[in-house]
């Protein structure tokens, strides 16, 4: 009801309030963990009621997973920025890599989307939110790099790349995020996704046939062919 100033300081207060709970409750949740963080100390930090905080949620599951999406969606729009306006498939590679591994060694992603989020969403919500924030950026990626040999493939052959690359890069990004020293695990971690995209790029540049099927697979004992 936009015509109403009362109905519309309502909205704005609500709107307010909300965003002060997950402000506080993402820095509740990076600095003691999920279990550790309490609800007490989330309104007491937002000043607002316990009232007011199960007005917007059901509870501190609910609140965590606002904070999870919120911290996904600012990460994927981080990742979207470094991509936008990159005319080269290779460069853009990169910088999308980059940006990546840059985010999960921030602390509130690495507390909140790599240690946390799996126990309190479980597997399958996790999954969901992660697929759902940083998917659409890595079939981008991929239809790029792949768009730039001269390959017809169609569209359920670049979602099925996208998503071996998609589920590569949430493992490296744990990996990341766990290390003992985060900086030198990028670094590795992006000196081996760049090796793997100078192959692609070494297929592109020479005219390589993408192979569509194994039409052998070697044995110890020499090849194995359909007569065998």
């Known amino acids: 009801?936009?015509?109403?100033?009362?109905?519309?300081?309502?909205?704005?207060?609500?709107?307010?309030?909300?965003?002060?709970?997950?402000?506080?409750?993402?820095?509740?949740?990076?600095?003691?963990?999920?279990?550790?963080?309490?609800l007490d100390a989330i309104v007491a930090g937002a000043r607002v009621t316990k009232g007011a905080l199960y007005h917007h949620f059901s509870g501190k599951q609910?609140?965590?997973e606002a904070v999870f999406e919120r911290v996904e969606d600012d990460a994927s729009k981080r990742i979207q920025k470094a991509l936008k306006g990159q005319k080269?498939?290779?460069?853009?590679?990169?910088?999308?890599?980059?940006?990546?591994?840059?985010?999960?060694?921030?602390?509130?992603?690495r507390r909140i989307v790599i240690q946390e989020g799996p126990a309190v969403l479980g597997y399958e919500r996790y999954r969901e939110q992660e697929e759902r924030s940083t998917f659409a950026n890595v079939l981008d990626i991929v239809?790029?790099?792949?768009?730039?040999?001269?390959?017809?493939?169609?569209?359920?052959?670049?979602?099925?790349?996208?998503r071996i690359f998609f589920g590569a890069m949430s493992s490296a990004g744990e990996s990341v995020a766990t290390a003992e020293d985060t900086e030198q695990a990028a670094e590795r971690v992006e000196g081996a996704i760049a090796f793997l995209l100078s192959g692609v790029q070494l297929?592109?540049?020479?005219?390589?046939?993408?192979?569509?099927?194994?039409?052998?697979?070697?044995t110890s004992g020499?090849?194995?062919?359909?007569?065998?």
């Open 1 to 38: 009801m936009p015509n109403v100033p009362g109905a519309t300081r309502r909205a704005a207060y609500s709107a307010s309030t909300k965003r002060a709970l997950i402000d506080v409750a993402e820095e509740r949740f990076t600095a003691a963990g999920y279990a550790a963080a309490s």
């Open 62 to 64: 609910a609140l965590f």
């Open 88 to 109: 080269d498939p290779w460069v853009k590679a990169l910088a999308g890599l980059r940006a990546f591994l840059a985010v999960v060694q921030e602390p509130g992603y």
């Open 143 to 162: 239809r790029s790099v792949l768009e730039a040999g001269d390959w017809e493939l169609d569209e359920p052959m670049l979602q099925t790349y996208a």
């Open 203 to 218: 297929m592109v540049e020479s005219g390589v046939e993408m192979p569509t099927a194994l039409a052998a697979v070697p």
């Open 222 to 228: 020499g090849s194995r062919t359909s007569d065998d």
